[in-house]
C-alpha cells in the first residue's frame, strides 16, 4: 500500500477529515450503551453507518475514518459470533466506507476542486476492547507482544478489506504506539497514521511526553502522519508545537468538540460552537497541522465550517 498522503499533499495544502462517528450515530438515534460501542451498529444498521460516511463526504471530509475503532475479532467473538463471521463483519466496516465514498465519487459536481477522498481503517486501543476507560489510561499491564499479539488478526483483517491507510488512533500510550508500529512491519504494503490521545499540552494519557513519543516513531517510514486525536481544543496548538519539534512528517489533528463528558450523569456539557471550532482550526492549520477534522461531538457541521475557509487556501 503506497502512502496515499504524500500526492495529495503535494496538491493540496490540507487534507480534511471527518468528525465524530459515534456520537453522530447516536444523535441519529443509534443506543450505543454497549461494549461494542459504534461497532454494535455494524450489527444492528450498518445503513446509518454508511449514510453518516455519506454525509461527511458532502460536508468537505476528504477523508473518513471507518467505524472499527471498537471492532476486535475478540469482542465479537464475546459477543456470540464465530471468528469467521466477526471477521466479516469487521471488514464490513472498511467496506461501508468505501461504498459510501464511491457512491459519492461517481457525481461529477462532487469532483470539483478536490481530491478522490480517502478511507482509513480505524484501529482502536486495545482499552477499547475492554470498554472500562482504560484507553484514556493506558494501564493496560500488557507487554509489546501481547499488544502485538492483539492488534495482529484485527489489522490483517482490516487491510483485505482494502482501506487507503490505517488511523492508529487515540493511543494513550507508547507501549501501544510502538507494539503497532512494529507490528506494521509485517505487513510491508500497509501505512498508517498515529494519533496519540493527550491529557493537558505535552503529555499524552498515560503521561509520556508527546515529543518523545514521535521521535520514537520517527525510524518507522509506514508511520505517514503523527497527531493526536479525542483531546480537548484548548491544547491543540501546544500539541502541534511539540510533534513539529521531533518530526518533519504530516501532522493530524481531530480534537473534540470542547465539550467535557461527564461520568457521573453520562452526559456531554459546557460551551462549543461550531464556529469557535472552525477558527481553531484555522490556527492549527497556521501552527502546521495537514490533516484537520474533529473527534467526539463533532458533527458533519463542523467538518462543512472548516471546508468552507480551507477550500480558499
Not at 466496516?93 to 478511507?119: K, Y
Not at 502485538?148 to 487491510?159: C, Y
Request: one cysteine or more.
Amino acid at each position: 500500500m503506497p502512502n496515499p498522503l504524500t500526492s495529495l499533499l503535494e496538491r493540496y495544502p490540507l487534507l480534511i477529515l471527518d468528525g465524530a462517528l459515534a456520537t453522530e450515530l447516536e444523535q441519529r438515534g443509534a443506543d450505543l450503551r454497549d461494549a461494542l460501542w459504534s461497532a454494535k451498529v455494524l450489527l444492528e444498521n450498518p445503513e446509518l453507518i454508511y449514510q453518516v460516511h455519506f454525509d461527511y463526504f458532502q460536508a468537505g471530509a476528504d477523508c473518513v475514518i471507518t467505524a472499527s475503532y471498537q471492532a476486535t475479532i475478540a469482542g465479537f467473538m464475546q459477543r456470540g459470533l464465530t471468528r469467521e463471521a466477526a471477521l466479516e463483519l469487521l471488514q464490513r466496516s472498511v467496506q461501508l466506507a468505501i461504498e459510501a465514498r464511491d457512491a459519492f465519487w461517481q457525481d461529477p459536481a462532487n469532483r470539483v476542486g478536490r481530491p478522490r477522498p480517502l478511507v482509513a481503517a480505524s484501529v482502536g486501543p486495545y482499552g477499547a476492547f475492554l470498554a472500562d476507560g482504560s484507553e484514556y489510561r493506558g494501564d493496560y499491564g500488557l507487554s509489546e507482544v501481547e499488544l502485538m499479539d492483539f492488534h495482529r488478526p484485527r489489522l490483517a483483517g482490516l487491510l483485505a478489506a482494502g482501506p487507503d491507510l490505517l488511523a492508529c488512533e487515540t493511543i494513550p500510550c507508547w507501549t501501544e504506539a510502538h507494539a503497532l508500529a512494529q507490528l506494521l512491519a509485517e505487513f510491508p504494503d500497509a501505512c498508517a497514521w498515529f494519533s496519540f490521545s493527550a491529557r493537558d499540552d505535552t503529555q499524552i494519557c498515560h503521561g509520556e511526553r508527546l515529543a518523545d513519543c514521535v521521535d520514537g516513531l520517527e525510524a518507522f517510514p509506514q508511520v505517514v502522519a503523527i497527531g493526536v486525536n479525542c483531546t480537548a481544543p484548548q491544547y491543540i496548538p501546544s500539541l502541534i508545537a511539540e510533534i513539529r519539534s521531533a518530526t518533519a512528517k504530516p501532522i493530524v489533528v481531530y480534537p473534540n468538540s470542547g465539550e467535557t463528558y461527564d461520568a457521573e450523569q453520562h452526559a456531554w456539557c459546557g460551551p462549543a460552537t461550531v464556529d469557535a471550532f472552525a477558527l481553531e482550526a484555522q490556527r492549527w492549520y497556521d501552527g502546521g497541522a495537514r490533516l484537520i477534522g474533529g473527534c467526539c461531538r463533532t458533527t458533519p457541521t463542523h467538518i462543512a465550517h472548516i471546508a468552507a475557509w480551507a477550500h480558499g487556501l
